[in-house]
């Protein structure tokens, strides 16, 4: 990055950038499919390399046939929460959050997550003071990698895109920022390899969400 005091805005994702959840996500697409008679055989291990994706992506990369699709998000919006035990906050991560409002720098979410299941998953966890805004997938508007959310979220806080560093673990979410024109920040500790990472060639990569600290 070429200066620090550059950035005035950070917008996050949420799996497995904030919050790891790789299992609850796991154990309730497994619920929801079991429910609609669906086989599920992909590993734990194979699915979190998609987390971050729309379920119409992550079902076709595995050749899944899902019948009734919208049935599928009922039944796994409801069994999500009930398997919230198995989620966490990133350590560091409340730390984070809060050092950035103290430099009065615009904090963000941005997920692909439906809007209502992100307000209620920044609820559980009691982050929902540190955001200045919580953008889940609405109706109209397209979702990661497109730049379409981020320049949304950039327009409702009245701050310029190229003020704005992107942070996320998935390819998503740095060509997301690229393609809105942002800085770009991967995170080694979420669901996607460093090389992964790396071809998408962020601004920067940091192992721990406290490293952005040092960045802006």
Known sequence: ??????????????????????????????????????????????????????????????????????????????????????????????KTLSALKDRDIHVSLLT??????????????????????????RDGIAHKPSPEPLLKICYDLNVDVKNTLMVGDTELDIQCGKNAGSYTCGVLYGYRTKELLEIENPDFIVESIENILEKI
């Not at 050749?63 to 599928?72: A, L, R, S, T």
């Not at 409801?78 to 919230?84: A, K, P, S, V």
């Not at 003071?129 to 953008?135: E, G, H, N, R, T």
């Open 112 to 137: 692909t997550k439906i809007q209502d299941q992100a307000d209620k998953i920044i609820d559980h966890f009691n982050l929902r003071k540190y955001f200045d805004l919580v953008m889940g997938r």
């Open 1 to 94: 990055m070429k200066q620090k005091t550059l950035i005035k805005h950070c917008c996050f994702d949420l799996d497995g950038t904030l919050v790891d959840s790789n299992k609850t996500i796991y154990n309730a697409t497994a619920f929801a499919l079991g429910k609609l008679g669906v086989e599920f055989d992909v590993s734990e291990e194979r699915f979190a390399l998609k987390i971050g994706q729309h379920f119409v992506d992550i079902f076709s990369a595995f050749n899944i046939i899902v019948p009734d699709f919208e049935k599928f998000i009922s039944i796994y919006k409801t069994n999500y929460f009930e398997q919230m035990e198995y989620s966490k906050v990133y350590d560091g991560v409340e």
